[in-house]
T-cell receptor, first 114, second 115 residues
């Protein structure tokens, strides 16, 4: 089945130690998104790629970066994680950028900060 | 700007009872609306979407939703709840004024199903 795969499912890192989360997709979708979801809250969009074009949300901290080396893969880099960055990180894709395109989500990576 | 409101944070029903999860939207243009379900420690799964075709939309797992422009609502229903329906449900609207697929989510509703 075509899908969005996130690795690892659970990640533990130390305060201030860089961490990278990965996402891959077999849907061949043009758009990839990264969301942060804290407990009992709605997902919050951090940024998205349309093909190789990167789009940052205005309130995404500089501590968060992303890379998309090819259509299938996208990475979320947190340069210096703080305790407030502990959350579920969700990757999603959509076929196109049109408003009627649904997003398809991976199962997320739960990040813990020690 | 578009927005959705999901009143209440928690709904509890008995197994076999009707499920009704409410969602109201605010939009200056006809919206595209989505319902997603999130099971514990998983991502969001698309239940159904309204993209200006039929106003009654049928989704997966026996859920459906009806778009009512006069009431600015897109409530999610299921005739008979199953234990496996216990999850978090999010209503979302996409950015039709900006003509893009960015989603604005409601706060979510936790559905509990009692045996």
């Amino acid at each position: 089945d075509a899908m969005v795969i996130q690795n690892p499912r659970y990640q533990v890192t130390q305060f201030g130690k860089p961490v990278t989360l990965s996402c891959s997709q077999t849907l061949n979708h043009n758009v990839m998104y990264w969301y942060q979801q804290k407990s009992s809250q709605a997902p919050k969009l951090l940024f998205h790629y349309y093909d190789k074009d990167f789009n940052n949300e205005a309130d995404t901290p500089d501590n968060f970066q992303s890379r998309r080396p090819n259509t299938s893969f996208c990475f979320l880099d947190i340069r210096s994680p703080g305790l407030g960055d502990a959350a579920m990180y969700l990757c999603a894709t959509s076929r196109g950028w049109q408003a009627n395109q649904p997003q398809h989500f991976g199962d997320g990576t739960r990040l813990s900060i020690l | 700007a578009q927005s959705v409101t999901q009143l209440g944070s928690h709904v509890s029903v008995s197994e076999g009872a009707l499920v009704l999860l409410r969602c109201n939207y605010s939009s200056s243009v006809p919206p595209y609306l989505f319902w997603y379900v999130q099971y514990p420690n998983q991502g969001l799964q698309l239940l159904l979407k309204y993209t200006s075709a039929a106003t009654l939309v049928k989704g997966i797992n026996g859920f459906e939703a009806e778009f009512k422009k006069s009431e600015t609502s897109f409530h999610l229903t299921k005739p008979s709840a199953h234990m496996s329906d216990a999850a978090e449900y999010f209503c979302a609207v996409s950015d039709r004024t900006g003509a893009n697929s960015k989603l604005t989510f409601g706060k979510g509703i936790t559905l509990s199903v009692r045996p």
